[in-house]
T-cell receptor, first 117, second 110 residues
Framework: SAVISQKPSRDICQRGTSLTIQCQVD?????MFWYRQQPGQSLTLIAT?????????ESGFVIDKFPISRPNLTFSTLTVSNMSPEDSSIYLC??????????????FGPGTRLTVL | QKEVEQNSGPLSVPEGAIASLNCTYS??????FFWYRQYSGKSPELIMF????GDKEDGRFTAQLNKASQYVSLLIRDSQPSDSATYLC??????????FGKGTTLSVSS
Protein backbone atom coordinates (compact mmCIF):
# COMPACT_ATOMS: atom_id res chain seq x y z
CA SER A 1 0.00 0.00 0.00
CA ALA A 2 1.02 3.62 -0.48
CA VAL A 3 2.92 5.38 2.28
CA ILE A 4 1.15 8.57 3.32
CA SER A 5 2.56 11.37 5.43
CA GLN A 6 0.86 14.43 6.84
CA LYS A 7 2.24 17.68 8.19
CA PRO A 8 1.86 18.93 10.82
CA SER A 9 1.04 15.97 13.02
CA ARG A 10 -0.60 18.28 15.53
CA ASP A 11 -1.05 21.98 16.17
CA ILE A 12 -2.64 24.36 18.61
CA CYS A 13 -4.01 27.49 16.96
CA GLN A 14 -5.77 30.67 17.97
CA ARG A 15 -9.29 31.35 16.78
CA GLY A 16 -9.50 33.42 13.63
CA THR A 17 -6.28 32.08 12.18
CA SER A 18 -5.80 29.53 9.37
CA LEU A 19 -3.82 26.30 9.17
CA THR A 20 -2.69 24.44 6.05
CA ILE A 21 -2.29 20.69 6.31
CA GLN A 22 -0.15 18.83 3.80
CA CYS A 23 -0.61 15.28 2.56
CA GLN A 24 2.21 13.57 0.67
CA VAL A 25 2.04 10.12 -0.91
CA ASP A 26 5.07 8.10 -2.00
CA UNK A 27 3.44 7.06 -5.28
CA UNK A 28 0.97 8.50 -7.73
CA UNK A 29 -2.62 7.80 -6.72
CA UNK A 30 -5.90 8.29 -8.49
CA UNK A 31 -8.07 9.57 -5.68
CA MET A 32 -7.34 11.66 -2.61
CA PHE A 33 -9.86 12.53 0.07
CA TRP A 34 -9.97 14.68 3.18
CA TYR A 35 -11.89 13.55 6.25
CA ARG A 36 -12.57 15.06 9.64
CA GLN A 37 -12.96 13.10 12.86
CA GLN A 38 -14.33 15.11 15.74
CA PRO A 39 -13.71 13.92 19.30
CA GLY A 40 -15.50 10.65 19.99
CA GLN A 41 -17.04 10.58 16.52
CA SER A 42 -16.59 8.65 13.32
CA LEU A 43 -15.08 10.01 10.12
CA THR A 44 -16.88 12.59 8.01
CA LEU A 45 -15.83 13.29 4.44
CA ILE A 46 -14.98 16.94 3.78
CA ALA A 47 -14.11 16.76 0.10
CA THR A 48 -12.54 14.85 -2.74
CA UNK A 49 -9.32 16.49 -3.94
CA UNK A 50 -9.27 16.48 -7.72
CA UNK A 51 -5.98 16.79 -9.54
CA UNK A 52 -5.88 19.93 -11.64
CA UNK A 53 -9.40 21.10 -10.84
CA UNK A 54 -11.54 22.33 -7.98
CA UNK A 55 -12.26 19.93 -5.13
CA UNK A 56 -15.69 18.34 -4.75
CA UNK A 57 -17.18 19.25 -1.39
CA GLU A 58 -19.69 17.33 0.66
CA SER A 59 -22.84 18.88 2.06
CA GLY A 60 -22.02 21.19 4.93
CA PHE A 61 -18.48 21.96 3.78
CA VAL A 62 -17.56 24.94 1.59
CA ILE A 63 -14.49 26.02 -0.30
CA ASP A 64 -14.14 29.32 1.55
CA LYS A 65 -13.79 27.50 4.85
CA PHE A 66 -11.79 24.48 3.62
CA PRO A 67 -9.83 25.39 0.49
CA ILE A 68 -8.08 22.39 -1.02
CA SER A 69 -5.32 22.10 -3.56
CA ARG A 70 -4.06 19.11 -5.49
CA PRO A 71 -1.34 20.19 -7.87
CA ASN A 72 -0.24 16.66 -8.81
CA LEU A 73 -0.95 12.97 -8.20
CA THR A 74 1.12 12.70 -5.01
CA PHE A 75 0.30 15.84 -3.01
CA SER A 76 -2.66 17.73 -1.60
CA THR A 77 -3.28 20.44 0.97
CA LEU A 78 -6.29 21.28 3.11
CA THR A 79 -6.59 24.69 4.73
CA VAL A 80 -8.84 25.26 7.71
CA SER A 81 -9.69 28.95 7.50
CA ASN A 82 -10.82 31.44 10.12
CA MET A 83 -10.74 28.74 12.76
CA SER A 84 -13.06 28.45 15.74
CA PRO A 85 -12.97 25.97 18.65
CA GLU A 86 -15.58 23.88 16.77
CA ASP A 87 -12.88 23.10 14.19
CA SER A 88 -10.89 21.21 16.81
CA SER A 89 -10.64 17.77 15.28
CA ILE A 90 -8.41 15.22 13.64
CA TYR A 91 -8.02 15.83 9.92
CA LEU A 92 -7.18 12.80 7.83
CA CYS A 93 -6.01 12.40 4.28
CA UNK A 94 -6.84 9.17 2.49
CA UNK A 95 -5.87 7.79 -0.89
CA UNK A 96 -7.20 5.21 -3.29
CA UNK A 97 -5.49 3.88 -6.35
CA UNK A 98 -7.87 2.12 -8.69
CA UNK A 99 -4.94 0.47 -10.42
CA UNK A 100 -5.09 -2.36 -12.86
CA UNK A 101 -7.18 -4.67 -10.72
CA UNK A 102 -9.72 -1.96 -9.85
CA UNK A 103 -9.18 -2.70 -6.19
CA UNK A 104 -10.38 0.35 -4.38
CA UNK A 105 -9.07 0.04 -0.88
CA UNK A 106 -8.48 3.37 0.79
CA UNK A 107 -5.58 4.01 3.11
CA PHE A 108 -5.23 6.78 5.63
CA GLY A 109 -2.44 9.09 6.59
CA PRO A 110 -1.50 9.43 10.27
CA GLY A 111 -3.76 12.44 10.73
CA THR A 112 -3.35 16.00 11.97
CA ARG A 113 -4.69 16.74 15.43
CA LEU A 114 -5.88 20.33 15.54
CA THR A 115 -6.84 22.20 18.69
CA VAL A 116 -8.31 25.69 18.37
CA LEU A 117 -8.30 27.89 21.46
CA GLN B 1 -28.98 9.82 2.45
CA LYS B 2 -26.50 6.95 2.40
CA GLU B 3 -26.04 5.51 5.86
CA VAL B 4 -23.96 2.89 7.59
CA GLU B 5 -25.17 1.67 10.96
CA GLN B 6 -23.16 -0.01 13.69
CA ASN B 7 -23.83 -0.79 17.31
CA SER B 8 -21.57 1.57 19.25
CA GLY B 9 -20.96 -0.95 22.01
CA PRO B 10 -18.85 -1.38 23.98
CA LEU B 11 -18.67 -5.04 23.07
CA SER B 12 -16.84 -6.91 25.79
CA VAL B 13 -15.45 -10.41 25.26
CA PRO B 14 -12.98 -12.52 27.23
CA GLU B 15 -9.61 -13.37 25.78
CA GLY B 16 -9.81 -16.34 23.42
CA ALA B 17 -13.49 -15.83 22.59
CA ILE B 18 -15.02 -14.90 19.23
CA ALA B 19 -15.95 -11.25 18.79
CA SER B 20 -18.77 -10.55 16.33
CA LEU B 21 -19.16 -7.05 14.90
CA ASN B 22 -22.10 -6.12 12.72
CA CYS B 23 -22.91 -3.42 10.20
CA THR B 24 -25.85 -2.56 7.96
CA TYR B 25 -25.91 -0.13 5.04
CA SER B 26 -28.63 1.69 3.18
CA UNK B 27 -27.25 2.10 -0.35
CA UNK B 28 -27.99 -0.97 -2.47
CA UNK B 29 -25.49 0.32 -5.03
CA UNK B 30 -22.59 -0.17 -2.63
CA UNK B 31 -19.91 -2.34 -4.14
CA UNK B 32 -17.08 -2.53 -1.65
CA PHE B 33 -17.10 -3.12 2.08
CA PHE B 34 -14.31 -2.45 4.50
CA TRP B 35 -13.43 -2.95 8.11
CA TYR B 36 -10.98 -0.56 9.71
CA ARG B 37 -9.47 -0.81 13.16
CA GLN B 38 -8.70 2.39 15.03
CA TYR B 39 -6.70 2.51 18.21
CA SER B 40 -7.20 5.54 20.42
CA GLY B 41 -5.26 8.50 19.05
CA LYS B 42 -4.34 6.73 15.83
CA SER B 43 -5.66 6.82 12.28
CA PRO B 44 -7.83 4.01 10.89
CA GLU B 45 -6.02 0.90 9.68
CA LEU B 46 -7.56 -1.28 6.99
CA ILE B 47 -7.87 -4.87 8.20
CA MET B 48 -10.38 -6.48 5.85
CA PHE B 49 -12.26 -5.77 2.65
CA UNK B 50 -14.87 -7.80 0.82
CA UNK B 51 -16.65 -7.37 -2.49
CA UNK B 52 -18.65 -10.57 -3.01
CA UNK B 53 -21.38 -12.29 -1.05
CA GLY B 54 -20.13 -14.91 1.36
CA ASP B 55 -17.18 -15.18 3.67
CA LYS B 56 -13.62 -13.99 3.36
CA GLU B 57 -11.03 -15.20 5.83
CA ASP B 58 -7.65 -13.67 6.70
CA GLY B 59 -5.94 -15.15 9.70
CA ARG B 60 -8.13 -14.66 12.76
CA PHE B 61 -10.47 -12.33 10.88
CA THR B 62 -13.49 -13.33 8.79
CA ALA B 63 -15.61 -10.82 6.93
CA GLN B 64 -19.13 -11.86 5.92
CA LEU B 65 -21.25 -10.08 3.32
CA ASN B 66 -24.93 -10.50 2.50
CA LYS B 67 -25.94 -7.95 -0.13
CA ALA B 68 -29.59 -9.05 -0.16
CA SER B 69 -29.85 -8.19 3.52
CA GLN B 70 -27.45 -5.22 3.19
CA TYR B 71 -25.43 -6.63 6.02
CA VAL B 72 -21.72 -7.07 6.62
CA SER B 73 -20.01 -8.50 9.66
CA LEU B 74 -16.55 -9.09 11.07
CA LEU B 75 -15.66 -12.07 13.22
CA ILE B 76 -12.48 -12.07 15.26
CA ARG B 77 -11.49 -15.51 16.48
CA ASP B 78 -9.26 -16.12 19.50
CA SER B 79 -9.66 -12.49 20.56
CA GLN B 80 -6.63 -10.90 22.18
CA PRO B 81 -6.34 -7.85 24.43
CA SER B 82 -4.45 -6.19 21.56
CA ASP B 83 -7.66 -6.41 19.51
CA SER B 84 -9.26 -3.87 21.85
CA ALA B 85 -10.02 -0.91 19.60
CA THR B 86 -12.82 0.77 17.71
CA TYR B 87 -13.85 -1.06 14.55
CA LEU B 88 -15.23 1.06 11.74
CA CYS B 89 -17.37 -0.35 8.97
CA UNK B 90 -17.20 1.54 5.67
CA UNK B 91 -18.80 1.11 2.26
CA UNK B 92 -18.41 2.73 -1.14
CA UNK B 93 -18.63 2.42 -4.87
CA UNK B 94 -15.40 2.33 -6.85
CA UNK B 95 -13.77 5.74 -7.13
CA UNK B 96 -15.95 7.35 -4.50
CA UNK B 97 -15.22 8.22 -0.91
CA UNK B 98 -15.98 5.89 1.94
CA UNK B 99 -19.10 6.23 4.04
CA PHE B 100 -18.32 5.27 7.60
CA GLY B 101 -20.39 3.94 10.42
CA LYS B 102 -19.90 5.39 13.89
CA GLY B 103 -17.81 2.41 14.94
CA THR B 104 -18.07 -0.33 17.54
CA THR B 105 -15.75 -0.30 20.52
CA LEU B 106 -14.38 -3.75 21.33
CA SER B 107 -12.86 -4.56 24.70
CA VAL B 108 -11.06 -7.88 25.16
CA SER B 109 -10.33 -8.75 28.76
CA SER B 110 -7.44 -10.98 29.79
Amino acid sequence: SAVISQKPSRDICQRGTSLTIQCQVDSQVTMMFWYRQQPGQSLTLIATANQGSEATYESGFVIDKFPISRPNLTFSTLTVSNMSPEDSSIYLCSVEDLGVLLDNEQFFGPGTRLTVL
Amino acid sequence: QKEVEQNSGPLSVPEGAIASLNCTYSDRGSQSFFWYRQYSGKSPELIMFIYSNGDKEDGRFTAQLNKASQYVSLLIRDSQPSDSATYLCAVNQAGTALIFGKGTTLSVSS
